[in-house]
């Protein structure tokens, strides 16, 4: 990447208005060479570097669609429209191949994410007149992005090659691929570090903070003790599932009683209004890859909502807040009926569930007023409104794509916990929210877990996190085969890794 000083007059005025991921004209590079030598001379350098690292996140190659892509068709949520792609289709029906293009594209991504992230830890310690918190908190950032990309590496592919240093030479292409075991080794110290570096105080949208760093070390210890107890493949190597959930329980307890920034947000359509939440004191969302409508290019803003939107003929108007009559209608456009809602998935909701009733559309009402009914087996189903900005421009949308939420956490917290008095609080807190009676009392801790795994299914719908719940509970198959009738070729528990890598890594081994 050849980095200039361009991106910092672009970026800078961007982070002080909150908005710093709309920046244009970033530059695009191959995951390769990196020459920033002559960059890193300022601070200025060092904040447009790190600005640069988080612009990644949002492309549409990543957060703002492929990770969605691979992350929701395989499961029971989404199924794609049926002039998808072959890709697509691979990865809805469980039979993907090294040569999946939806694969290849985001393993590019999450590499050029760890090649710019490895850029900002390499480079923004030796920056002079740097303020040593101003370094720290750069540094703390670079950490976190790089052990995001490993996490979502190691859990999509299972053994890759682990990148720590910038490359700035063809030989240090080449690189074999580490054990699982190796890489959550350097998604936990660098998790760790970054919780040292970086402040507790509230960051700017789409920035990562102390905070953040706690909440996915609960994931990763989460991911590991259920994979080991559960006999998942690849885990064998965690040696002590208990310590894993201990873990777990005490880094998602950080989240829950040691700060005051994040927490829940009680109506559910505002936990997806950027308007609403981005200027609330609290919010649910401790990390989002963050976008802006009046960003130039899609990367900026996003055209995620059109993925999952319909696109009945007509312009569609919605109730904003189906709980409260008194709320207006917002226009939300049309969309591409690219991810269309599996019946398995939309069956599964209790009918008074506010998670259905609220957040997912079931008709729509047509520029004549009248209410056109969706049904879950038409061309034009029923949709999640989570992704969806009541004040799009066009197909230009302010819709941050969630990372992590506060409610992901407290399920974290309860299903490491199991069934305490304290866990059965965080997930009631959750059904309570969702107008639902308490947790069944006194199930055993296999059972109680078993229920908070569903719990998340109800609450996470299509943000990315059903096919790694499966996979760490080891219930590919009694999910998606024996209960929904679906069928497994390949890609179960780890997706192949990309066939243009194969080739070009003459060290990695199929």
């Known amino acids: 990447m050849k980095m200039n000083k361009i991106i910092a007059g672009i970026c800078l005025a961007g982070i002080a208005s909150s908005t710093f991921l709309s920046c244009s004209k970033l530059t695009e590079e191959p995951y390769g060479i990196v020459n920033s030598n002559s960059f890193y001379k300022t601070a200025e350098d060092a904040l447009s570097g790190l600005v640069y690292a988080y612009a990644i996140l949002p492309e549409v190659g990543y957060y703002s669609r492929g990770y969605y892509l691979i992350t929701e068709l395989p499961t029971e949520n989404l199924t794609a429209k049926s002039d998808a792609g072959q890709a697509n289709f691979e990865l809805e029906q469980l039979r993907t191949t090294s040569t999946n293009s939806d694969l290849d594209n985001l393993w590019t991504y999450m590499y050029r994410g760890i090649a710019r992230a490895n850029a900002v830890i390499t480079n923004v310690p030796n920056v002079p007149n740097m303020p040593d918190a101003d370094r720290n908190q750069i540094v703390g950032e670079g950490y976190f992005l790089r052990a995001l990309h490993n996490f979502n590496l190691v859990r999509l592919f299972g053994e890759v090659p682990l990148r720590l240093e910038p490359l700035v030479e063809a030989g240090q292409i080449p ?49 590991l003790a259920t994979a080991k107890a559960s006999g998942s493949v690849g885990y064998d190597f965690v040696t002590n599932s208990d310590e894993m959930y201990d873990e777990a329980r005490n880094y998602a307890g950080k989240v829950i009683n040691d700060q005051q920034m994040f927490n829940f947000t009680d109506v559910l359509p505002d936990i997806w209004n950027t308007e609403v939440y981005k200027n609330a004191a609290v919010s649910e969302h401790i990390f989002d890859a963050a976008v802006d409508r009046s960003g130039e290019r899609e990367g900026n803003y996003s055209k995620l909502p059109n993925m999952f939107l319909p696109d009945p003929g007509f312009v569609m108007t919605i109730q904003y807040n189906p709980s409260d009559p008194n709320t207006e209608s917002i226009n939300i456009g049309r969309g591409w009926n690219h991810f269309q809602m599996e019946a398995h998935h939309y069956n599964s909701y209790n009918a008074s569930d506010k998670r259905k009733t609220d957040l997912i559309v079931s008709e729509v009402v047509n520029p004549d007023g009248n209410v056109i009914p969706l049904g879950i087996n038409d061309f034009s189903r029923p949709f999640t409104r989570k992704f969806i900005d009541p004040l799009r421009d066009a197909d230009k949308m302010s819709t941050n794509s969630p990372v992590i939420r506060y409610s992901d956490i407290l399920l974290v917290y309860a299903e490491a916990a199991g069934p305490t008095t304290e866990a059965y609080a965080a997930v009631n807190r959750i059904r309570n929210r969702a107008g639902l009676g308490p947790l069944t009392p006194g199930l055993s801790p296999t059972a109680f877990r078993e229920a908070v795994v569903e719990e998340r299914a109800l609450e996470l719908a299509f943000e990315g996190n059903r096919l790694f719940d499966l996979r760490r509970t080891n219930s590919m198959e009694k999910v998606l085969v024996e209960k929904y009738g679906k069928s497994i070729t390949s890609g179960a528990y780890f ?3 990309p066939q243009r890598e194969i080739d070009s890594n003459p060290l990695i081994q199929p």
């Open 175 to 223: 690189v074999a691929k580490s054990s699982i075991s190796d890489l959550y080794d350097v998604i936990i110290a660098d998790l760790k570090q970054g919780e040292e570096l970086m402040s507790a105080a509230k960051n700017f949208e789409g920035r990562a903070n102390r905070v953040a760093a706690q909440a996915l070390l609960s994931k990763v210890y989460l991911h």
């Open 495 to 497: 997706f192949p890794i």
